[in-house]
């Protein structure tokens, strides 16, 4: 259920205005979370809403036409995603392979999408110092997208951990018939 809620939250962050916080969103870690706690057969739904989401900002919020060939490469990397979390932390979760996930996925989408925007679009030269401005005018996205997700996956995978500990350390201290 926790997965479902944080999908919403991911959403949500999406659509409600946030100035200034350019790529501050619980989209990564909630990704992350859902695949690493949630079945292959589940896996529509985080994809099916984030997509929603991207057209409606797209027609609605920044009336735009759509064209779902820009999103491809999104789309792909939710997908990714939902796969590292499964693959990575669904059988073994540690702080470790936690922390390899909110470091993989939003580098990975830094990279590709950077990387699709420089090669698809007119915004920069094809060249190799218009694929390194390119890269340079998301570092402020990145870094956001970095503490978000890293924030996300925190709360998620580690409040859990913290609570179990608080409960054994206060079974131990609580005597019992007390």
Same mark, same amino acid.
Request: net charge positive; with cysteine; aromatic share 16%.
């Given at each position: 259920?926790f997965?479902? #809620?944080?999908?919403?939250a991911?959403?949500?962050?999406r659509?409600?205005p946030?100035a200034?916080w350019?790529?501050?969103t ?11 706690r949630r ?5 529509l739904?985080?994809l099916?809403a ?9 027609v609605?919020?920044?009336h ?8 491809v490469?999104t789309?792909?990397?939710? %997908?990714a #995603?939902l796969?590292?979390g499964y693959?990575l932390l ?6 470790t392979?936690v922390?390899a ?8 989408f830094f990279v590709?999408?950077?990387?699709a925007?420089w090669?698809g ?21 990145y870094q956001n ?6 924030? #996300?996956?925190?709360v998620?995978f580690g409040?859990p951990v ?6 054994m350390?206060?079974a131990?201290?609580?005597?019992? %018939?007390?």
């Amino acid at each position: 259920m926790f997965a479902y #809620v944080l999908l919403l939250a991911a959403v949500l962050t999406r659509v409600l205005p946030h100035a200034g916080w350019f790529n501050f969103t619980a989209v990564g870690g909630a990704l992350l979370y859902f695949g690493a706690r949630r079945s292959w057969r589940e896996m529509l739904a985080p994809l099916a809403a984030l997509m929603a989401t991207d057209y409606y900002l797209t027609v609605y919020a920044y009336h735009y036409a759509f064209r779902w060939e820009g999103y491809v490469t999104t789309w792909a990397w939710y %997908g990714a #995603v939902l796969a590292l979390g499964y693959i990575l932390l669904h059988a073994r979760t540690n702080a470790t392979r936690v922390t390899a996930g909110a470091l993989l996925g939003p580098t990975s989408f830094f990279v590709v999408s950077n990387y699709a925007v420089w090669a698809g679009s007119g915004m920069y030269p094809h060249t190799t110092g218009g694929l390194l401005a390119c890269y340079a005018a998301a570092i402020p996205f990145y870094q956001n997208d970095l503490l978000s997700t890293g924030l #996300v996956c925190a709360v998620a995978f580690g409040a859990p951990v913290l609570v179990r500990r608080m409960r054994m350390d206060g079974a131990v201290a609580v005597p019992a %018939g007390k």
